[in-house]
């Protein structure tokens, strides 16, 4: 459409690179627009004017065409996908709650309660003092793996801690 254009004006005989050149120049300066607002530019510039076109004029022209169509629409807003990962964080939540809820109970039947609410109203403690309790007796059991280089085990003492330790999780968990 371009050459077709330039076509129509007398220029001096001008090399093939040249000529790809200027395409190229013409072709990234007008990059920006879809077909339908180069052609109406174009075909405004051939029917309005009479001297061989730059790229700034047509480009004028296309930007005016473009503004002249209407906006696309923004994307719509999806509100449910908030929504979606709120529900389910919300039941991650409610499912973990429940899970030490029941760790909480397990622990209070161990010694002889119903629930921990019984052992903490027995005791004379708030709700999260029994849950801290029931924490630190959890922790107290755990042997702690060591952390200085100098207390370093063996490869069999090492696999016993981990054997101790998934047990005492096991056993938490039931």
């Not at 990962?85 to 002889?112: F, P, Y």
Request: hydrophobic residues 40%.
């Amino acid at each position: 459409m371009l050459t077709t254009l330039m076509s129509l004006y007398w220029t001096a005989e001008e090399t093939i690179e040249l000529r790809e050149a200027q395409m190229q120049m013409w072709l990234t300066d007008l990059d920006e627009f879809d077909l339908e607002c180069i052609t109406a530019a174009v075909t405004e510039w051939r029917q309005e004017q009479t001297r061989r076109p730059l790229p700034a004029d047509i480009r004028r022209l296309a930007v005016r065409e473009q503004r002249k169509r209407p906006a696309l629409p923004p994307p719509p807003f999806r509100p449910r996908l908030a929504a979606e990962h709120d529900e389910e964080r919300n039941s991650r939540r409610d499912e973990l709650l429940l899970h030490g809820i029941a760790i909480g109970n397990a622990w209070a039947q161990d010694r002889g309660f119903p629930d921990l609410d019984a052992f903490a109203h027995a005791h004379g403690l708030g709700y999260a003092e029994a849950r801290t309790m029931v924490a630190r007796s959890f922790l107290n059991k755990t042997k702690p793996m060591p952390l200085a280089s100098g207390e370093n085990l063996s490869a069999p003492e090492k696999d016993q801690c981990r054997v101790e330790s998934l047990q005492q999780q096991q056993e938490a968990a039931e």
